[in-house]
């Protein structure tokens, strides 16, 4: 059974394809997972695991945690490419997210003026005016799209909130003009008897249409690389993503395949 993989506030680095060397930051809870998304193939497992017991950690704790291993890899001259908020859950539910982001920027410019700030976000909460100014600091605010089907949205991501929709969305992405990045998981597979597949002409179509509307910097296009809680997903393989990602460049879109 696939459950919560970070067990830490502060934890790495770790490798990531698509960043680089990473330090991450889980604002959710060490021992339980708290996300407005039940994802099928979130690599943290469902949230029917529950929240644990540890809670939500504290501005200040985050605070201090990163800034004991900051100084720590500085001084034993370790490598650092980017600080990472992801985790066991969504971190822009955090309650203080925007001051915690604060505190990052300022020990990032303390002991590694260089690397980059990176937010792995679901875009749920993207319609909160502090969690939207928090994304427009970071250098990689990466939300996330992974159908402009509303039902196939629903069917993949399984949004907490029953008023969140794909129209909502795509008009709360279209205010970061341009100052994010789209992350987009391509599968197939299915679900309790339910069909699924992002990579259809129809499905990569509505994405080009969101894509678009978004004009974001950059779309990042990947597929699956461990464990689902959905057994019955299937990866699309790298030469398939180039081809759809040859479609969306032919329309002006900066494609990035992972």
Not at 108 to 118: E, L, N, T
Not at 226 to 245: C, F, H, N, S, W
């Amino acid at each position: 059974m696939v459950t919560i993989l970070f067990h830490e506030t502060v934890f790495g680095p770790i490798h990531s394809r698509r960043l680089g060397t990473s330090l991450g930051i889980n604002l959710m809870p060490n021992d339980g997972k708290i996300c407005s998304f039940d994802c099928l193939y979130c690599e943290a497992g469902y949230n029917a695991q529950g929240k644990g017991q540890a809670g939500i950690s504290s501005r200040e704790e985050v605070k201090t945690k990163l800034e004991e291993k900051l100084s720590a890899m500085r001084i034993a001259g370790e490598k650092l490419d980017v600080i990472t908020f992801s985790g066991n859950g969504e971190p822009t539910l955090h309650p203080d997210f925007e001051g915690v982001v604060d505190d990052v920027i300022a020990l990032r410019g303390k002991y590694f003026p260089d690397v980059k700030i990176s937010v792995l976000s679901n875009s749920t909460m993207i319609w909160k005016k502090s969690v939207a100014n928090a994304l427009m600091k970071v250098d990689n605010n990466i939300l996330k799209l992974d159908s402009a089907i509303e039902s196939t949205m629903r069917l993949v991501n399984r949004p907490a909130n029953p008023d969140f929709n794909i129209e909502n969305l795509i008009e709360q992405l279209k205010q970061f003009s341009g100052q994010c990045v789209i992350q987009t998981m391509m599968l197939r597979g299915s679900h309790e008897g339910r069909t699924i597949d992002n990579t259809t002409p129809q499905e990569t179509e509505a994405l080009l249409n969101a894509y678009t509307e978004i004009k974001p910097a950059e779309v990042m296009l990947y597929s699956l690389d461990r464990p689902t809680p959905e057994v019955k997903l299937q990866k699309v393989g790298r030469d398939e993503l180039e081809q759809i990602a040859a479609r969306f460049r032919e329309k002006g879109i900066k494609v990035q395949v992972n």
